[in-house]
């Protein structure tokens, strides 16, 4: 992967294969950290399953036997001076936090948050995503159960709408002056 | 900094437009795979540039959706066009460029783009 929010974009992938209806996303930038963390309250995973995941060959899906989305997300992470960890519990969901550091000149660029988020939310009507993001003591927040609540029943895909989170999303993150 | 106003005013348009377009939906769907090698292919500005397009063209009756493998990674950004009473169409190692053809093409006049699919990939 490129940039940073492309893994983001496979990692919540994850989240929506487990059923999620919320999934957040949560970046931090802070003494010299860069956090990168998604949760979600889907199926979650059995300790079993837990210990297979740090394994690179495991993946439940029938039709291909290695799973790649999280180990190139962990390998990103400790390429850059970082590491992820995942937790997880049946029935409640999975949060995967993956640390970076900030300055390692192997960390790949955050990149384009807004296009990830702009994905997520226009090809899955019936989650809700909340995206934080903090830099030292700024921060910015957009959670699609609010912006349901003005809507009134108009789909958050319509394209004037979309438009709006997209300005909105880049209006937010830019205010933070955002190193990553 | 854009205003939750701005938003309500935008909601009051989609309202009367979408009152509008009702019942024009029939089926048509374009699915990109969004698996870890179709993002890593390029799957996302692929995708963004099929929605821009359809918008474009007030493809109203078409759905924009995603899946996750499908099996082929090597020819991944992939894209299938399902049309009701047609044949699923897969197109392969899909860039934006293509796109505009693709919707031109196949989903406004009804030709699916030969030289873009995987059959002919595989040649
Ligand atoms: N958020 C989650 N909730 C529940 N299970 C998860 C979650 N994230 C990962 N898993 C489990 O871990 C497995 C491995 O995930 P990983 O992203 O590495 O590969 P994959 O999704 O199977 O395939 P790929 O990402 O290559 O398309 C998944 O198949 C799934 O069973
Ligand atoms: S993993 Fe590549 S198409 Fe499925
Ligand atoms: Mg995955």
Not at chain 1, 69 to 94: C, D, H, K, N, Q
Not at chain 1, 158 to 164: A, N, Q, Y
Not at chain 2, 34 to 50: D, E, N, Q, S
Request: aromatic share 4%; hydrophobic share 40%; charged share 25%.
């Amino acid at each position: 992967m490129r940039e940073l929010s492309l893994n983001v974009l496979d990692i919540a992938q994850n989240s929506i294969a487990a059923a999620a209806t919320l999934v957040t996303i949560e970046i931090e930038e802070a003494m010299g950290m860069l956090t990168i963390r998604i949760g979600d309250n889907g199926r979650g995973m059995t300790n079993e399953q837990l210990e297979q995941i740090r394994d690179p060959f495991y993946t439940t899906r029938k039709t291909r036997r290695v799973g790649m989305g999280i180990p190139l997300f962990r390998m990103a992470a400790e390429m850059a001076g970082g590491s992820l960890a995942i937790e997880s519990e049946v029935g409640v969901g999975t949060t995967v936090t993956a640390r970076f550091g900030l300055d390692h000149i192997d960390r790949m660029p955050l990149g384009d948050m807004v296009g990830t988020m702009d994905t997520l939310i226009r090809l899955n009507p019936g989650i809700d995503f909340l995206y934080r993001h903090t830099v030292d003591e700024r921060s910015f927040e957009l959670d699609t159960r609010s912006l349901r609540e003005v809507l009134d029943g108009v789909p958050l895909s319509e394209p004037d709408i979309m438009d709006w989170i997209d300005a909105n999303l880049t209006e937010g993150i830019q205010s933070l002056g955002s190193n990553a | 900094m854009k205003s939750i106003a701005e938003l309500q005013a935008l909601r009051d348009k989609a309202r009367e437009k979408m009152t509008v377009r009702e019942g024009s939906h029939d089926g048509t769907r374009v699915v990109v795979g969004m698996a870890t090698c179709g993002i890593a292919a390029g799957a996302r500005p692929v995708l963004k540039a099929f929605t821009e397009e359809i918008e474009k063209r007030h493809l109203g009756h078409v759905a924009v959706v995603q899946t996750g493998c499908i099996g082929m990674c090597q020819f991944e950004p992939i894209v299938e066009v399902i049309a009701p009473g047609k044949e699923k169409v897969t197109y392969g190692k899909v860039t934006p460029e293509m796109v505009a053809k693709i919707v031109t093409d196949h989903l406004v006049n009804g030709n699916p783009v030969a030289e873009y699919t995987v059959a002919n990939l595989m040649k």
